[in-house]
């Protein structure tokens, strides 16, 4: 085992192989993780080498363990503006602003397959016109826990909304 004590300036690269601690500066690198010990400030550029590819970020679960993921899964609202009836396209738009003018629009919201476990969405209407908004789901899926008899949700005046989340397979939950 090396031993080295005092500032170190590393110009070029640095590869540490085995386990590698830094008690005054608060970093302690083993087997490839590493730790900053609160109180200390470490600055670096960290370049990810493999795992990683465009358009991703780092997330990590309710253990700190990382995964990469696209973008795409980032919970942002994606918006998208309709006037007829329509399916909502639960991977790509999860805020519809709908315009309905006389006419009654349907919103329908296809079954829950579970791949968007914890999605929110949400559908508003936009516009003062006579015509209602109903969100349409799946006659199989549940809102809340209950199977209602016509898993429909209306919205007849302007700025009325819904706000949804999915749950498991089959399941929605009000938010």
């Known amino acids: 085992m090396s031993k080295y004590v005092g500032p170190l300036k590393v110009v070029g690269a640095l590869d ?7 008690t005054a500066g608060g ?3 083993t087997g490839g993780n590493l730790t900053v010990t609160a109180g200390q400030t470490e600055t670096a550029t960290i370049k990810i080498t493999s795992g990683a590819t465009a358009n991703q970020y780092l ?9 990469w993921a696209a973008l795409d899964d980032f919970e942002t609202y994606k918006h998208a ?7 909502l396209d639960v991977l790509t738009n999860t805020q519809v602003a709908v315009t309905t003018a006389a ?4 919103v329908t919201v296809p079954a829950n397959t579970g791949t968007v476990k914890g999605k929110l969405f949400r559908v ?3 516009d003062a016109g006579a015509g209602v908004v109903t969100v349409q789901f799946n006659a199989a899926d549940t809102i809340d826990g209950r199977a209602t008899t016509d898993n429909k949700i209306e919205l007849p005046l302007q700025g009325d ?5 999915a749950g498991q397979a089959g399941a929605w939950y009000s938010a």
């Open 27 to 29: 970093i302690t690198l």
């Open 124 to 126: 508003i209407k936009a």
């Open 161 to 165: 909304n819904c706000t949804f989340i």
């Open 59 to 67: 997330k990590s679960d309710a253990n700190g363990v990382g995964s």
């Open 103 to 106: 006419a009654a629009i349907t």
């Open 81 to 87: 503006d309709i006037s007829a009836s329509a399916t």
């Open 16 to 22: 540490v192989t085995g386990n590698y601690t830094s």
